[in-house]
């Protein structure tokens, strides 16, 4: 492992002394403390692995929620066990540069998939020009490590699309949906839409739904007449479909999976909130809409590390591997103003969480984050508030009433996204770099240095 240098030692102390206070002891038997973790969490070694954790729209009060629910008030989520928690800005901008204070997915997640901030709705391009711009994903991949993909949204949405494609609007998905998006077509010479680009960038695992998208036919190029799933097989790709088949998958050969039409369907379900609120509730901790053979996001993640790790070690290569993962419908259960479908998504996004730990535990060489791209609706009130808008009062595994309330949009229609700061966290290499509070785009940096990538 790299040496420190006197300058990292110094600030490595200055962190140690500074944080220790804050960072909490963990109560868990035969865990290291919070102490210990922070000084093995302060240094500046290169990262082998790199684990980035995406809760879509889970800001502080959809933490809190689920939290509440979930484990107590007193209780801790296993994203609540990093030894290093910080706070990042999350605006993104207008053409001109100038801030747009509620930004979007697509601009959030450019902001580090690229370290460029730009305008809402655009993947990975330059916000006035039009131009793209590297992604770590991309970086990591042309220095030598296994790249992966892991979403519960379709794999053509915004948050998985800046990592291994660019486009000017975040609309063009599948070779059908290119209206916004005429320079990036393959007649026009550009690399096509979102989900040519993906399997052409031969991401090692891609997992997530958005199988409409792929069953789209090629319109250009050399695919022409091909469905995107068929160029990913003439690609070498394991096209996989459930839970069964996912496992089944092998190293050796990228794997793309498609695991629903659009959107991979809810863990949990409930009543929606409502004007004037609903009757006290618990949720349902399962959905039948949701196939039985759908993989849960952990065992996603789970599979997807098996995957990279293996295909590293067959190469017997220094370098490990890049991984997102993200808990897409927190956000989109947000939008709906759905209390319990959005804590049954943090719920599971809290699963791969203790997943990516749990390797790390076996392998510090690995820097884990776990962060969101934007804060988002919901808001924990008092039980006798009436708010304005649309509430829901349940029932929290405590056996306590908890009233949450969405009102940043008029009832009937989309929630929307806030413009706060949200939580971001980490162990391993550079971790120290999320303290305080930063800017999106500073992710990219310290993952890029991290990993070394040039």
Same mark, same amino acid.
């Given at each position: 492992?790299?040496?420190?240098?006197?300058?990292?030692?110094?600030?490595?102390?200055?962190?140690?002394?500074?944080?220790? /206070?804050?960072?909490?002891?963990?109560?868990?038997?035969?865990?290291?403390?919070?102490?210990?973790?922070?000084?093995?969490?302060?240094?500046?070694?290169?990262?082998?692995?790199?684990?980035?954790?995406?809760?879509?729209?889970?800001?502080?009060?959809?933490?809190?929620?689920?939290?509440?629910?979930?484990?107590?008030?007193?209780?801790?989520?296993?994203?609540?066990?990093?030894?290093?928690?910080?706070?990042?800005?999350?605006?993104?901008?207008?053409?001109?540069?100038?801030?747009?204070?509620?930004?979007?997915?697509?601009?959030?997640?450019?902001?580090?998939?690229?370290?460029?901030?730009?305008?809402?709705?655009?993947?990975?391009?330059?916000?006035?020009?039009?131009?793209? +711009?590297?992604?770590?994903?991309?970086? /990591?991949?042309?220095?030598?490590?296994?790249?992966?993909?892991?979403?519960?949204?379709?794999?053509?949405?915004?948050?998985?699309?800046?990592?291994?494609?660019?486009?000017?609007?975040?609309?063009?998905? &599948?070779?059908?949906?290119?209206?916004?998006?005429?320079?990036? $077509?393959?007649? /026009?010479?550009?690399?096509? %839409?979102?989900?040519?680009?993906?399997?052409?960038?031969?991401?090692?695992?891609?997992? &997530?739904?958005?199988?409409?998208?792929?069953?789209?036919? +090629?319109?250009?190029?050399?695919?022409?007449?091909?469905?995107?799933?068929?160029?990913?097989?003439?690609?070498?790709?394991?096209?996989?479909?459930?839970?069964?088949?996912?496992?089944?998958?092998?190293?050796?050969?990228?794997?793309?999976?498609?695991?629903?039409?659009?959107?991979?369907?809810?863990?949990?379900?409930?009543?929606?909130?409502?004007?004037? !609120?609903?009757?006290?509730?618990?949720? +349902?901790? %399962?959905?039948?809409?949701?196939?039985?053979?759908?993989? %849960?996001?952990?065992? %996603?993640?789970?599979?997807?590390?098996?995957?990279?790790?293996?295909?590293?070690?067959?190469?017997?290569?220094?370098?490990?591997?890049?991984?997102?993962?993200?808990?897409?419908?927190?956000?989109?259960?947000?939008?709906?103003?759905?209390?319990?479908?959005?804590?049954?998504?943090?719920?599971?996004?809290?699963?791969?969480?203790?997943?990516?730990?749990?390797?790390?535990?076996?392998?510090?060489?690995?820097?884990?984050?776990?962060?969101?791209?934007?804060?988002? $609706?919901?808001?924990?009130?008092?039980?006798?508030?009436?708010?304005? &808008?649309?509430?829901?009062?349940?029932?929290?595994?405590? !056996?306590?009433?908890?009233?949450?309330?969405?009102?940043?949009?008029?009832?009937?229609?989309?929630?929307?996204?806030?413009?706060?700061?949200?939580?971001?966290?980490?162990?391993?290499?550079?971790?120290?770099?999320?303290?305080?509070?930063?800017?999106?785009?500073?992710?990219?940096?310290?993952?890029?240095?991290?990993?070394?990538?040039?």
């Amino acid at each position: 492992m790299h040496r420190p240098t006197r300058r990292h030692l110094t600030v490595a102390t200055a962190l140690v002394a500074a944080t220790t /206070a804050a960072v909490a002891v963990t109560t868990v038997a035969g865990a290291s403390t919070g102490k210990e973790q922070a000084r093995s969490a302060i240094q500046d070694g290169k990262a082998k692995n790199v684990i980035l954790l995406i809760g879509d729209g889970m800001g502080d009060s959809e933490i809190t929620l689920a939290r509440d629910y979930t484990v107590g008030a007193n209780g801790r989520l296993n994203m609540d066990k990093f030894p290093l928690t910080g706070a990042y800005t999350t605006y993104a901008v207008h053409a001109d540069g100038t801030p747009d204070y509620v930004t979007d997915s697509a601009a959030s997640g450019t902001g580090w998939a690229t370290g460029v901030k730009t305008v809402n709705g655009r993947i990975s391009k330059t916000p006035g020009t039009d131009k793209p +711009v590297k992604t770590l994903l991309e970086l /990591a991949r042309k220095s030598g490590y296994a790249t992966g993909d892991v979403t519960t949204a379709e794999l053509t949405d915004a948050t998985p699309a800046v990592l291994a494609s660019h486009a000017t609007d975040r609309s063009c998905q &599948g070779p059908a949906d290119m209206a916004k998006c005429p320079a990036d $077509t393959i007649a /026009a010479g550009g690399p096509g %839409s979102i989900a040519e680009q993906e399997v052409n960038h031969k991401v090692d695992v891609l997992f &997530g739904g958005g199988r409409q998208r792929f069953d789209q036919a +090629v319109t250009d190029g050399r695919y022409k007449g091909l469905t995107v799933t068929q160029q990913a097989r003439k690609l070498g790709y394991q096209v996989v479909t459930d839970n069964a088949s996912m496992k089944a998958a092998k190293s050796g050969r990228p794997v793309l999976g498609l695991f629903a039409k659009g959107n991979v369907a809810t863990e949990w379900t409930g009543k929606a909130a409502a004007v004037g !609120g609903t009757d006290p509730q618990r949720c +349902v901790t %399962s959905n039948p809409n949701r196939p039985a053979d759908t993989p %849960s996001l952990a065992d %996603s993640a789970t599979k997807a590390i098996q995957l990279l790790a293996a295909k590293q070690k067959a190469k017997h290569s220094k370098q490990g591997f890049f991984l997102q993962i993200e808990g897409a419908s927190i956000d989109k259960q947000d939008h709906a103003a759905d209390p319990c479908g959005q804590i049954g998504e943090t719920a599971a996004f809290d699963k791969a969480v203790k997943v990516a730990r749990a390797y790390a535990a076996e392998h510090p060489d690995t820097l884990v984050v776990t962060t969101a791209d934007h804060g988002h $609706t919901s808001q924990i009130v008092p039980l006798e508030a009436t708010p304005p &808008g649309l509430s829901s009062t349940l029932v929290t595994d405590e !056996g306590q009433q908890l009233k949450v309330n969405y009102s940043t949009n008029t009832p009937g229609r989309s929630q929307e996204h806030t413009g706060t700061e949200v939580r971001i966290a980490a162990q391993g290499p550079w971790a120290y770099r999320v303290l305080g509070v930063t800017n999106q785009t500073d992710l990219f940096t310290t993952v890029r240095q991290a990993m070394r990538l040039r």
